[in-house]
């Protein structure tokens, strides 16, 4: 590509960012507060113990996904996006995906049938239900993810937002049935987990729909250049698949460790077993607004992906301080608003009789800014492929977190929870920062395919 016709093409790529970026907030935000009226409405139906059973499964269910199924969602977005810069439309390859994305859910199949006994009697207190609903939903998730990893490569924003707000409806629909007397119980409200993958699958066949044929322009680059980025390009074999997989997947380990690790150990160590549920009530304000940033990872990572395909440094710096900026902004409007009416919000939304303090909450809400930095970063490490190196930086963030949880420095549980979680968001951010300076410094023009 010349000079002269760069400036166009990332300035295209550019407002395409922006688009995809509000269209898809649009719908993960309200996939957010959908979110949180199912556990602000499960906080009603259910007592505080059956609401800490599902505060666990929610919290299990999703570091599980997350990190087993997170890291194919962004192979196959940066591989599709990285080929579509390249002038690949279509016919992406997807075996090795599809080949890691099984082997990690039969691998959790063979790892949950044999630790059944303890997952079953110890966390979920004998359910048989709640262990059944845990393994039939992480299964049905395999498939949403790589839908996800498969529509923000192709940046179908729109269709990506609509599959997770799909998700959170129907999930929602089930603890509503429950308010209105049409379901009753736990099992009831629980069950929605398992369904909302399913049902969010709807909108894959309308996008599968909008695939270009094979051999449209942009498919076949011409001339010799054009055979040697096509071998380039399509260089995804699995070991280079699953390099960039584990790696991602040992980012997700650390990030949902950040999140539920307090939960979980507050819960296992706690005389007062209703505290796990107030910590994980706290945590739902890194945890929305992360859910939200998923619409900007979702446009983000792409887009990057594409512009260090097209050696568009500048472009590329400027998406990443534009999202920076604008992190700042919301985090500092969240830990406002908390300051002045959380603890009288936090009441309304959970029917329990704890008093939150405000400033514990607006610490966890400047946290959430540093913790939305941190994976602004980390997708500009994805895209410039050193996933290896921002892994190093979440799992050294991820031990320092738990150590700080089992140590005796914080009396308060809850206390302990928010300062801790705080003091890892801005270490987590600090690493990554200087990983992002390293490779802008020696960021050049990219010579081999995605890995």
Not at 379 to 384: D, G, N, S, T, V
Request: charged share 15%.
């Amino acid at each position: 590509m010349d000079d002269a016709a760069r400036p166009a093409l990332t300035g295209s790529a550019g407002s395409g960012y922006g688009r995809g970026a509000r269209i898809l907030s649009i719908g993960i935000a309200l996939t957010g507060v959908v979110t949180f009226a199912y556990f602000s409405v499960a906080s009603y139906v259910l007592n505080d113990v059956e609401y800490k059973q599902i505060a666990l499964l929610w919290s299990v269910l999703f570091v599980t996904v997350s990190v087993i199924y997170r890291p194919i969602e962004q192979l196959l977005s940066r591989t599709i996006a990285d080929r579509r810069a390249r002038g690949f439309d279509a016919d992406h390859p997807l075996r090795t995906p599809l080949l890691i994305q099984g082997g990690f859910a039969l691998a959790f199949l063979v790892i949950a049938l044999v630790l059944r006994g303890p997952i079953q009697d110890d966390l979920f207190d004998g359910s048989k239900a709640l262990y059944w609903i845990l393994v039939v939903a992480v299964l049905a998730y395999a498939a949403s993810y790589f839908a996800r990893g498969w529509l923000a490569g192709h940046q179908w924003f729109g269709f990506y937002g609509g599959l997770v707000f799909l998700e959170a409806c129907s999930r929602l629909a089930f603890a509503v049935a429950v308010a209105v007397g049409i379901a009753h119980g736990q099992t009831a409200v629980a069950l929605g987990m398992a369904a909302a993958p399913f049902f969010s699958l709807i909108v894959v066949p309308w996008a599968f729909s909008r695939r270009p044929p094979r051999g449209e322009a942009g498919d076949e680059p011409l001339g010799e250049a054009g055979g040697e980025k096509r071998a380039d390009a399509e260089a995804l074999g699995l070991a280079r698949g699953g390099r960039f997989a584990l790696a991602v997947l040992a980012v997700m380990v650390a990030e949902q460790t950040l999140l539920n690790a307090g939960v979980l150990l507050v819960d296992w160590t706690s005389a007062d077993k209703a505290v796990a549920g107030f910590v994980f009530n706290v945590l739902l304000i890194a945890r929305a607004p992360l859910q939200l940033f998923q619409a900007i990872q979702g446009s983000l990572l792409p887009h990057l992906a594409g512009l260090e395909a097209r050696e568009g440094q500048a472009e590329f710096a400027r998406a990443i301080r534009v999202t920076v900026t604008a992190i700042a902004g919301f985090a500092g409007a969240v830990a406002l608003g908390l300051l002045l009416v959380g603890p009288f919000a936090m009441n309304i939304l959970f029917d329990d009789p704890f008093t939150y303090g405000r400033w514990g909450l607006a610490l966890v809400a400047v946290g959430m800014g540093f913790h939305l930095t941190a994976g602004t970063l980390n997708q500009a490490a994805l895209a410039r492929d050193r996933a290896g190196t921002a892994a190093a930086c979440w799992l050294f963030t991820a031990a320092a977190f738990v150590a700080f949880m089992v140590s005796p420095l914080v009396d308060d549980e809850l206390l302990r929870a928010q300062i801790g979680y705080f003091g890892a968001a801005v270490l987590l951010a600090a690493l990554l920062a200087v990983v992002y300076r390293a490779t802008s410094a020696s960021s050049g023009p990219r010579t081999s395919g995605p890995s």
